[in-house]
């Protein structure tokens, strides 16, 4: 339908659910991918004009607990530090985060400025691309982060490394966490039988900790996604608070954003118990304040449902109508079969999306083409609190717009156009810095933008990277703040930190007899949460190109899957699984598993990670124990597997799920690719009829050998091709097969090849290992062979690493395994 339609559709469902059942009866759920002005409109939309507290995003998911610790220790949600720090620091301390692979360009300063001194420990039950950096790797058992960290607490006040002057003059609640600390974690014996870890491991942290004046402490989602996350937060931060480590040069604890603008969305109240500019409900005067300067009187009196509830109450038929803008909750809430549940019952389901086809889009009844980030104008606010511009380089397309004005123009449809009247996003700018002014001036808030709230159109678009707080100083100039914190003041009304007194919660989802295994869910180097994007660049899957699950090889052996092998793994939600691809490592610790959480249902049959864990949430932030289910694995009982070739616009139907047991879909440059297994027996010429569209003119069959290879050409191009292989690194090379799809007709050579096997010409050059420039193990470890033996080199001859970097861990460790494989050779 036309916008004029659609908008009107929009806005006359609002309009119905407010008159009807009351402005509560309307939610919003936003992301942390939305630029700033988009968010800040959205928000003032739904608080200060629909009147629904019911305003939530996926941050919740991501940062909360990180939000609800600086609340608690500092006054106000904010970040200390900034990315200088980490490079300035002795002690790098990387709790809880895969930098290497989620923070790739930060964790390059890390690996630049290594130095002799320079330390680095990581905590993380697994090995990972990040562990690597380390020199201390902590792999402890899940969930145990409060205690190692109160442990260091009562190891810090016993060795006399508290900075008493510090804390006397700038710091309360000391003395009582000490107290908890001490009963949680009196030793470091206990400390370490409580994380199962070695006890001399604990003592050089502990030590390497209380001796390094310069240490930082950055944190991501292993300590945030958990029952204890905003514990966990504090548990970290009061030790740096006890040492006077905080807004400090190279001295810090820093919470690592994961969102492009999730700190921009925390900016203007995006979060449910938030109103907006960092002013929370119960702040004195703040709903006066912002009621006044957006003229409203609608504004609701207390604060909204957070992520978990608020699709529970679209559950139990409460919220009527349900705004989704830039985020999948399809795939990335927990219990996942739930939230789509929710979304069948909701009346009126609006996704705003850059994508058409997304679990989410499927279940919209108004869905919205929105721009995306190459696409539109506005600001983002990254981990340091540094605003950026985002500029456009591609024009809309279609009739795409961007969010804030959609948003802008569904308000208008609701009577609202006078306070939406914005023309550019420098007008939604300039408003929310002005807000943010009048919050800090009133209400003593350390988010000030009002330097920046007279840009004109030409500064803004003209706007360098900058740091907040940024007010205008007595010489007309703006002023910014790298660091905060530094002179020991903070944000609570005395102007004290907190020290939190941290008691120890341990892990709501339990391992039982039916569900001996902890289940750890986390990122992939190559792709980007719901791949909704990321899957449309082919190459990018070449790095794991199937849904897996990680497992150690004690556990591979007692359950009896082999690598390579598909696994299902169920959880202890309803009757829901997850299939994938073993993947055996020793990087798990045994009892522990591993799945990444970007597979979903457009790209496997049963690979959504938020389906193996339960919909329980910190009691404090609201945020989901998402690093943390218990589920069985088991091996998938198969007696095929086959490689489905297809042209691009011939799509994936339901029917052809029913020959299957397991797929998962891989789009190439020319084709769309599917793996597909099977339990029971398949008459190959004529179910392949199926899949293929029809009738194949090229068969290679060999039934015995469980072969059965065939494609099918129309017009001398080829449709489909269909390839049943026992042992898969038999077949033909993937890359080259797709290019046959990009011939309007085959040349001789490939229609002899088709079927045959690996085309002559095309060398294996091993999985891959730099997405960027598509380079091979297999030519990498050559070329150390060779005799390159550092990342320099290789990138000099064969480009790997030299692009974005995220394979740079992985260089080294093919050097220093090959390295070592030659030294043993030789000796
Ligand atoms: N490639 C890529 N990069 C991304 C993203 C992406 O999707 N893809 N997403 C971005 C976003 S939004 C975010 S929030 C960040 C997240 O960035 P990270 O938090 O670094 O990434 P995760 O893989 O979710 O989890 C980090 C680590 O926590 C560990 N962990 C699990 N349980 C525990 C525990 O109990 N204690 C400790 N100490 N560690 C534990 C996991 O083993 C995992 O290695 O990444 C951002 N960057
Ligand atoms: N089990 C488990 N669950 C998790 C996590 C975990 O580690 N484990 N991590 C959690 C974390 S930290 C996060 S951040 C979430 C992420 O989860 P989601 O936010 O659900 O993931 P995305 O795939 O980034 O979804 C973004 C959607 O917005 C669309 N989009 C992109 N840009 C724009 C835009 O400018 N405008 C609009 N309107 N749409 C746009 C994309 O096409 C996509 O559909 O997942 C959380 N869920
Ligand atoms: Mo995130």
Known sequence: ????????????????????????????????????????????????????????????????????????????????????????????????????????????????????????????????????????????????DTVLFNG??????????????????????YEEALRSAFKAAPGIEDVARQCDLDAADVAVFYRWFADTARTVTGFSQGINQSVAGTD????????????????????????????????????????????????????????????????????????????????????????????????????????SARVRDALVRCPTVIVSDCMAETDTTAFANILLPAAGWGEKDGTVTNSERRISRQRSFLPLPGEVRPDWQIVSAVAGALGHGDAFGYQQPADVFREHAELCGLASARAGKILDLSGLQRLTDQEYNDLEPIQWPASTRTDGNVSCAPRLFGDGIFATPNGRARVVSVETTLPAQQTSIARPLIVNTGRIRDQWHTMTRTAQASRLFSHRPEPFIEVNPEDARRIGVSEGALGRLSGAVGSQS??????????????????????????????????LVGAITDPLSGQPEGKHGAG??????????????????????????????????????????????????????????????????????????????????????????????????????????????????????????????????TEDTGDLVCSCFQVGEKQITGAICDGQLSVDELGKTLQCGTNCGSCIPELRGLIEKTVASLETAET
């Not at 003229?295 to 109450?313: E, M, R, T, Y």
């Not at 339990?679 to 009738?695: I, K, N, R, S, Y």
Request: aromatic letters at 8%.
């Open 1 to 144: 339908m036309s916008w004029d339609e659609a908008l009107s559709e929009a806005s006359g469902a609002i309009a119905e659910a407010i008159a009807s059942h009351g402005p509560s009866s309307v939610a919003f759920y936003l992301s942390g991918q939305l630029l700033t002005e988009d968010y800040y409109v959205a928000n003032k939309l739904a608080k200060g004009f629909i009147g629904t507290p019911h305003v939530d995003t996926n941050s919740r998911l991501c940062m909360s607990s990180a939000v609800a610790a600086h609340k608690r220790a500092f006054g106000e949600d904010c970040v200390p530090g900034c990315y200088e720090d980490f490079e300035l620091a002795d002690l790098l301390v990387l709790a809880g985060s895969n930098a290497a692979w989620a923070h790739p360009v930060l964790y390059q300063r890390m690996e630049a400025s290594r130095r002799p001194g320079r330390r680095v420990v990581v905590i993380d039950p697994r090995k990972t691309a990040t562990s690597e950096l380390a020199d201390l790797h902590l792999q402890l058992k899940p969930g145990t």
């Open 152 to 173: 260091l607490l009562v190891w810090l006040a016993e060795s006399d490394s508290i900075d008493r002057d510090y804390v006397d003059a700038h710091c309360e609640g």
């Open 232 to 335: 966990k937060c504090n548990a970290i931060i009061n030790c740096h608070l006890v040492t006077g480590r905080v807004g400090k040069p190279g001295a810090s604890p820093f919470s690592l954003t994961g969102q492009p603008n999730a700190m921009g969305g925390r900016e203007v109240g995006g979060l449910a118990n938030t109103l907006a500019a960092h002013l929370d409900y119960d702040t004195p005067g703040a709903r006066a304040l912002v009621a006044e300067f957006w003229g409203s009187d609608a504004l609701p009196a207390a604060p909204g449902l957070k992520a978990v509830d608020l699709f529970d109450a679209v559950h139990q038929g409460e919220i009527k109508v349900l705004w989704i803008m830039g985020t999948n909750p399809a795939v990335s809430l927990p219990e």
């Open 578 to 611: 997850y299939v994938g691809r073993v993947r055996i490592t020793p990087s798990q610790r045994p009892g522990e598993v591993f799945v990444p959480i970007h597979w979903n249902g457009q790209f496997a049959s049963r690979g959504v990670a938020s389906d």
């Open 632 to 761: 069985s694995l088991k091996a998938l009982t198969i007696r095929w597997q086959a490689r489905l070739m297809r042209r691009r616009e011939d799509p994936w139907r339901q029917e052809d799920e029913a020959l299957c047991d397991y797929w998962s879909r891989q789009p190439l440059q020319h084709s769309e690719s599917w793996w597909l297994a099977g339990g029971w027996p398949v008459d190959w010429q004529q179910d392949a009829l199926a899949w293929m569209g029809g009738e194949p003119n090229v068969i290679l069959a060999d039934m015995a050998q469980g072969r059965f290879r065939a494609a099918r050409i129309v017009d001398g191009q080829l449709q489909s091709v269909l390839m049943v292989e026992p042992d898969a690194d038999a077949l033909p090379d993937l890359t080259w097969l797709d290019q046959c799809f990009a011939a309007d007709r085959l040349s001789r050579e490939q229609r002899q090849c088709l079927l045959a096997g690996r085309a002559v010409d």
